[in-house]
T-cell receptor, first 114, second 111 residues
């Protein structure tokens, strides 16, 4: 079955530490996205990528970094510069062909500070 | 600026009909999407509109008026499992595959 896999499901970060959240998709989608969701809030866009080796900042990119070396993978690094990283992180993908298509989401990673 | 507004919370009774509204102001429009999100889980796709009018999918329908920047999601024959957050999202333009989300409407279905 095609889908998006995020790992780990839960992650704990120590002060001053960088952590990387994994996102892999086998849907053959060109576009991939990272969102942050705080309790009771909607989704805020961190970074997105429309093709391999290219990505753009979203609304809250400060303290985060990404790479897109393969079509299937879009890892997100939460750096020590992100002072309030505790949140639910969602990865999504969508196609650029076949008309208007919705985004597909992974199951999310919940990040907390130790 | 880009903005999507939804009511924060709504309450309805099992078996009833509820309408969740969404108004938007975005630079470019290439589709409006509705997602359901249960607490602690990922959003799941419900419906989308590109052209004006009503789209029906079983118990769920979604309406769009592009001239008014307005959409609604209609849920019929409410069930307890419909208690969730409902997110409205707009895809900003055909050249940029960027989706802008509202803060979501938390729906409580009471017995």
């Amino acid at each position: 079955d095609g889908g998006i896999t995020q790992s780990p499901k839960y992650l704990f970060r120590k002060e001053g530490q960088n952590v990387t959240l994994s996102c892999e998709q086998n849907l053959n989608h060109d576009a991939m996205y990272w969102y942050r969701q705080d309790p009771g809030q909607g989704l805020r866009l961190i970074y997105y990528s429309q093709i391999v080796n290219d990505f753009q900042k979203g609304d809250i990119a400060e303290g985060y970094s990404v790479s897109r070396e393969k079509k299937e993978s879009f890892p997100l690094t939460v750096t020590s510069a992100q002072k309030n990283p505790t949140a639910f992180y969602l990865c999504a993908s969508s196609t650029r062909t076949g008309g208007i298509q919705p985004q597909h989401f992974g199951d999310g990673t919940r990040l907390s500070i130790l | 600026g880009q903005n999507i507004d939804q009511p924060t919370e709504m309450t309805a009774t099992e078996g009833a009909i509820v309408q969740i509204n969404c108004t938007y102001q975005t630079s470019g429009f290439n589709g409006l999407f509705w997602y359901q999100q249960h607490a602690g889980e990922a959003p799941t796709f419900l419906s989308y509109n590109v052209l004006d009018g009503l789209e029906e999918k079983g118990r769920f329908s979604s309406f769009l008026s592009r001239s008014k920047g307005y959409s609604y999601l209609l849920l019929k024959e409410l069930q307890m499992k419909d208690s969730a957050s409902y997110l409205c999202a707009v895809r900003s333009s055909s050249g940029t595959y960027k989706y802008i989300f509202g803060t979501g409407t938390r729906l409580k279905v009471l017995a």
